[in-house]
Structures are given as C-alpha cells and as structure tokens.
C-alpha cells in the first residue's frame, strides 16, 4: 500500500530474489574496480614484472643500503598504475553520453568488453607498450562501469534501501581489493611469471560483469527517459515486486519530462541552482582521495615492505587491512539509512586523523633512510592502518559514490555523475602517479600531509554536506537543497521547477 509521511510519497515495494540478483551483477563493476586497484600494488614488488619492464628499480630494489623511502620512485613504474586512471578520466564523459542516449545496461556491457580486453593485454604484455594499452582500455572499462553501475543502484533501489544498495558498488570494490591481495599472494611465489597470473585473472570478474550485463534489466527511469513508458512500466512492477507502482511510475515520468526539455545537460550544469548538487558531488570525489586511502591500497605490499617486512609478508599484511576494508564496508550497508551519511563521515574523520597522525609520528621517528623498524612497531603500524581503513569503509568509501548519485536531478544526473566520476579519476590519477615519489621526498610527513586535508574534509561536511538519508532522488531540491541555510541561496523559482509546476498540474 502506498502511504504519504510529511510531504512526501512513501512508495510500495518488495524486495524479490531478482532485484536482488540485479543488484549484485550489477556490483561486479565494483569488484572489477577493486580488483585493478589492489592487483597493481603486488604485481609492481614482483621481482619477474620489475627485471622485464623496470630493471633498474630490481637494481636498487637489491642494494642493501638503498634509501627505504626512494627505492620504489619510479615515473614510469608509477605510470602502470595512474595510466589506468587517466584512462577512466578521459572515457567517464563519453561514458555519460552512452549512459543517456543507450541506458545504463548497454553502458555496463560496454565496460565489461573494456575489462576483458585490458586484462588479456596486459596478461600476455611483452613490451612497455602493450602493458600500457591494457592499463588505458582496463581504465576505459573503470571509466563506464563508474558511470553507469552507482547510478543503476540507485535508481532500481526502493528509496528506504538506497543507501545499503548503492553501497554494494562499494562492498564489491573492497572484495576485488581482497581477492586481488590473495591472488598476489600465492602468484608472488610463481617465478618469474606470476605477475602474468595477476594481470589475467582480472578477465574472472571481467567476464561476471559481462554475463551480469545481459541479464539485469535496464532502469524503469532510462527507458521513460528514452521514450519507453510501457516497458518502463512494466521494469517497475518486476524490480518492485509490486502492482501498484502509479505513484512512483507518475514521480519518474514528471522528472524524465523535464530532463527532456534540457537539451544541453552539461550546460544546465552551470547554471546557479545546479552548483550545490556540482560543487557536493565533485568535492565528495576529490575528498574521497585526499583521505589518502588509494595511495594506501595500491601501494601497501610495497608500503609494508618500507617498514621493515619481506615480500611474503608485506602481502599477508595487505590482504589483513583487505579484510578490515570488506567487512567494515558491511557495517556502511548496515548503518547508512539508519544514522544517516553525516555521522558517518564525521565521525571517520576524527578516527583517520588520529591514525594517519599516529603513523607519521612513528615512522618519523623511527624509520630513517636505511634502517627497518622493529617488528613490534612495524606492527603496530599495521594494526593503524587498519584502523584507518576501517573508517574509511563505512565512510567516505561508500559514501563517496552514494552521494553524487542521488543529488543530481533526472536532467543532469548522467552529466553531473560524469563530472564526478571525472574528478575522482584525475585525483586517483595525480595520487598514483606522485605517491612513491612524495614518499621519497617528504618521508613519514606524506601521512600528516593527508592528516591536513582531513581535518579541511571535517569541516567542509559540518558545514556544506546536507542529510539525503530517507528522501527520493527526484524530491532533492525541494526536501534538501531549498531547505539548507547556505545552499537555499542557490535555488530560486527556475525554468525547471515552473517546468514541473506545469507538468503535475496537466
């Protein structure tokens, strides 16, 4: 039965084994994210990948007293891992337009063909160029699947589960984060050809993605969008398990009315009442990054190894802080639509601050150029940073891709999401790329320089992030965005809400 609270339409719903199928195959984007963000770590300590594409970094790798801080620096080693990134960056706003015009189904099959051609490249690489091609065409598939899979979640999500289902997308990276560590693991015994193993194992969760693609169905919002009413319908009453879905099903043809008055979305965009929504949606991504949470997750075999374990050891550590990142994403699913995204955030600030804080002390004072730390604090450096991670995991992790997918209005969502999806690339991208290099130069400050920056994200969600728990997606500005004391100043009587007056009235 459908009820009204306040303002607002409390939609019916069920939730079925299919919706539920559709949701995690979908989610293997996530996986196929995670899975390229924890293998490129492993694979780059591998002595076979550095003696046939980086010899000179095995070289100072052997050297006893080699500078525990420099002797990873390496623009090009770097390069293996950021080229992924840039990738993703340039193919998200393509992505956006395939996203609108095809939906965001054709967008996910499109990924996963990206995905399966980027890990058999880089598999079978025998020359620099061809291991770069693998990493661009794995980035375009990054780039299509983070377009399009939040977005999915959100809108085949009943609005009370919004929150948990999107943050499957999360939940599914943290595993490809962990199931990538394991791999390194047993592969880094494999010589000299384990890092190939690595590289092509990424087409399993590839090909997941692919099988998943052609089974969900597309969301009942894309095909109204695209003219569709009756297969939109219809979609509705299968994902929501329900007949009755006229309420919602009214709600999505007002807002894809709209949208399709908006011929120019990226132009929209720009426009005032579009900043909050923007401005959120971007500095969500840019955030998300500058907890310095990917440098840590690429880079922790080779970060482990830094502070005194071997090889072996430094991959145990990593699949350790894995399993801390997967199941304290669970506790986001869990808490999200209950406390809210605010208290979340707020309070994984003051729990990394105080670990990113803890772990540059240590290492400032105890780890110099060319010695290691004792076990008993090199372990205890472990244990902060999965602490660290911890926080992050049901926080700005999850949080980071829930947000900008369900601020946008119907009629800039692709574009704005682009925008989004964008920025987190570029900022994955510079953080990659600088990561081994401002180890080298600023030592144990690099982890007080991300302490800084969340104490900036602290201050910017206390005062500029509004509470979305509980409200519908089309129902933001009114519910959300005219009743915030700062951006209420951004929204007035546009085209768009006399638009929507026009339409609910005939």
């Not at 791999?183 to 087409?203: C, D, E, F, I, Q």
Request: aromatic share 12%; hydrophobic share 50%.
């Amino acid at each position: 039965m459908t009820t009204t609270e306040g303002n607002s339409v409390k939609f019916e719903s069920r939730i079925t084994f299919y919706v539920v199928l559709c949701w995690i195959l979908a989610a293997f984007g996530g996986l196929m994210f995670g899975y390229d963000i924890g293998i490129s770590g492993g694979v780059t300590g591998m002595d076979g990948f550095l003696i046939k594409f980086f010899p000179n970094v095995y070289k100072r790798k052997l050297r006893a007293k080699e500078d525990n801080y420099c002797k990873y620096d390496d623009q090009y080693l770097q390069l293996f891992t950021s080229s992924l990134y840039l990738a993703a960056l340039i193919s998200s706003f393509p992505a956006s337009k395939v996203c609108t015009k095809f939906g965001r189904k054709p967008t996910i099959l499109v990924a996963s063909v990206f995905f399966l051609l980027g890990s058999g490249l880089s598999a079978g690489a025998h020359q620099m160029w061809m291991l770069i091609l693998g990493r661009i065409s794995l980035g375009c598939g990054v780039g299509f699947g983070n377009e399009a899979v939040p977005l999915f979640l959100s809108e085949i999500a009943p609005v009370e589960y919004r929150g948990a289902v999107n943050i499957l997308f999360q939940l599914f990276i943290t595993i490809g984060i962990l199931i990538a560590n394991l791999v390194n693991y047993g592969t880094s015994k494999v010589h000299p050809w384990g890092w190939r193993m690595s590289l092509g194992l990424a087409a399993i969760p590839a090909t997941g993605l692919f099988i998943g693609s052609l089974i969900i169905p597309e969301t009942p919002t894309s095909l109204v969008e695209r003219n569709h009413e009756e297969k939109g319908r219809k979609t509705l009453k299968k994902i929501r398990g329900v007949d009755n879905v006229d309420p919602e099903f009214e709600q999505i043809k007002v807002a894809c009315e709209i949208a399709r008055r908006v011929k120019h979305p990226y132009r929209s965009l720009m426009k005032l009442s579009s900043m909050p929504p923007l401005i959120i949606g971007i500095m969500m991504q840019v955030f998300q990054q500058f907890t310095g949470i990917n440098a840590i997750m690429f880079y922790a075999p080779i970060l482990f190894q830094t502070v005194g374990f071997k090889n072996d050891a430094s991959l145990l550590s990593a699949i350790i802080t894995g399993l801390v990142n997967v199941f304290c994403t669970v506790v986001s699913i869990y808490a999200v639509d209950k406390v809210g995204r605010r208290l979340l955030l707020l309070q994984a600030c003051v729990q990394m601050f105080v670990s990113q804080t803890a772990i540059g002390g240590i290492l400032l004072a105890k780890l110099n150029a060319t010695n290691s730390l004792p076990k008993g604090q090199a372990w205890v450096v472990v244990v902060l940073v999965c602490v660290y991670v911890s926080s992050f995991a049901w926080s700005w992790g999850p949080l980071g891709w829930l947000i900008p997918s369900e601020t946008f209005p119907l009629e800039t969502r692709t574009a704005g999401f682009a925008f989004a999806v964008s920025s987190n690339m570029l900022f994955t991208f510079v953080i990659a790329q600088s990561f081994l290099s401002m180890m080298c130069h600023m030592r144990a400050g690099i982890f007080l320089f991300f302490a800084g920056w969340i104490v900036i994200m602290g201050i910017f969600v206390l005062f500029l992030l509004p509470e979305t728990k509980g409200v519908p997606i089309d129902e933001m500005k009114e519910r959300v965005w005219k009743k915030h004391p700062i951006w209420k100043k951004f929204m007035g009587d546009d085209e768009d809400d006399r638009a929507k007056k026009t339409i609910e009235m005939s």
